[in-house]
């Protein structure tokens, strides 16, 4: 089974789907619009992540403070890829019997502080328990900023620059006793200064990888192919590291390893002259190079522009989660 075509199943059904849904499913989080009184319109956004031991966490390995704290976050990033504001989390835990009453307590603990750290506070949930690996599922739900319209992952047009936060690949390495997929910061703050100072026109949360995110991007957008310039990557020390082991060159890692929950985004070029900073809050802005309409309906979606100037097409080296 593919995680992709199952996914194209479901968005197959969005037209059927009633007015009040602002946001149906094939973006970061869906929204719903109603009326919360007096005549108004409010809009609230809502998105579900799931953490499995042994796919995205590896419980045996991995401090319980660590575990709760991803288990937030991976549902932040997607908060902050719609330049949106948390408002509050529940959570659905599946709990192995053999899990231990203190373990059990200390990893909710670790929900609630993460929660709370991010002023999304744990309201609610429901337990489990089962002959099975921890699995933990948690609902977040948000709001617009005042005057900022939720930043879709389909507004991207021919000619936009194409820009990441933070440097990208490694994400499983340890390095100064930092992990970048268990101790990220998901880029709430960063992604609402940029949607205030130059409104990205499409944005996304890397989850899988550049190389299979953008492609997403890109799909939601139109027909559209981005070329990607080798040369601009932000490439992090700990792919560099990724790579020196792996024998592969490190921007294989910084475009496929996934887990960098950075903000990949589209703006338009007179916009990014004029309005885009080269950092926000200490987090590097870069740009990385440019969208353009697809040529034919063979051409990949991703190119990438090697020092020497040459175009390769790029498969999707990031992974997916549902499997083969
Ligand atoms: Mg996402």
Request: charge should be negative.
């Amino acid at each position: 089974m593919r995680e992709s075509s199952l996914l194209l199943h479901v968005y197959g059904q969005n037209a059927a789907l009633p007015a009040r849904v602002s946001l149906p499913p094939g973006d970061d989080m869906g929204a719903v619009r109603f009326d919360p009184g007096g005549g108004g319109d409010a809009e609230v956004l809502v998105a579900v992540d799931q953490l499995a031991d042994g796919v995205h966490v590896d419980v045996a390995h991995t401090s319980l403070s660590q575990v709760g704290r991803k288990a937030v976050t991976r549902n932040l990033s997607d908060v902050a890829a719609m330049a949106a504001v948390p408002l509050a989390a529940v959570v659905a835990a599946c709990l192995p019997r053999d899990f231990g009453q203190s373990r059990a307590e200390a990893l909710f603990d670790s929900l609630r502080r993460a929660a709370a750290a991010f002023d999304c506070p744990l309201i609610g949930g429901d337990i489990a328990m089962w002959d099975h690996p921890l699995l933990l599922s948690v609902t977040v739900l948000a709001r617009p900023e005042p005057g900022i319209a939720p930043v879709k992952r389909s507004g991207a047009a021919e000619g936009d620059l194409l820009y990441v936060t933070g440097r990208l690949g490694g994400s499983l390495i340890e390095l100064h006793g930092y992990t970048h997929h268990l101790d990220f910061e998901p880029r709430l703050h960063v992604a609402r200064r940029l949607a205030a100072v130059c409104r990205p026109s499409a944005m996304i949360d890397l989850s899988d990888g550049m190389a299979a995110d953008l492609p997403r991007l890109l799909a939601a957008s139109g027909d559209l192919v981005a070329q990607v310039e080798l040369a601009q990557l932000p490439i992090s020390e700990a792919a560099q590291v990724a790579a020196a082991g792996s024998g592969r060159p490190p921007w294989q890692h910084a475009m496929g390893d996934g887990e960098d929950y950075e903000l990949l985004f589209t703006v338009d070029p007179a916009q990014a002259r004029r309005h885009l900073p080269e950092s926000i809050e200490g987090v590097p802005v870069t740009r990385i190079g440019r969208v353009r309409k697809r040529l034919n309906p063979d051409e990949p979606p991703l190119l990438l522009m090697d020092e020497e100037g040459q175009v390769h097409p790029l498969d999707s080296t990031g992974w997916e989660h549902a499997g083969t």
